[in-house]
């Protein structure tokens, strides 16, 4: 099942052009750029291992993209996302995320609902590789 999280995850994965496009975009708008990787794409989980610092003060989308390649060799098999920081209101938001690279063999996500009484519904979530 394809993991579907942040933006363009319903397009065909980017080519590494089209990623340094993004990145371009985003440096140009004065947002710094954060590189981040998970084994874990449970859609709870939000907290994904940060890989470096946030790059603040970078202007040149090769930095970005270097970072990146050097994620991909550590950590082939987890996904990679890029995350766009505006601290433009004086907080740090994340203004843009994409995932830049997937395991081959991507987890499923199956839900289950459990009926209880007063008409309450739970939900769990299993992954399954």
């Known amino acids: 099942m ?23 975009y985003c440096l140009g708008r ?10 874990d794409p449970h859609p709870r989980n939000t907290y994904w291992e940060m890989w470096g610092n946030p790059m603040f003060d970078l202007r040149d989308a090769k930095g970005v993209m270097m970072e990146v390649e050097d994620c991909r060799k550590a950590h082939p098999q987890d996904y990679i996302r890029l995350n766009a920081f505006d601290s433009s209101r004086g907080l740090e938001t994340v203004t843009m995320s994409f995932i830049v690279n997937r395991p081959e063999n991507e987890p499923s996500l199956r839900m289950t609902r459990t009926e209880s009484d007063g008409r309450s519904q739970h939900y769990t979530w299993e992954t399954q590789r």
Do not use: K, M, N
């Open 2 to 24: 394809r993991i579907t999280q942040g933006c363009f995850s319903f397009l065909p994965d980017l080519t590494d052009e089209q990623i340094t496009a993004q990145v371009e």
């Open 30 to 39: 004065g947002w710094a750029i954060g590189v981040e990787y998970t084994d």
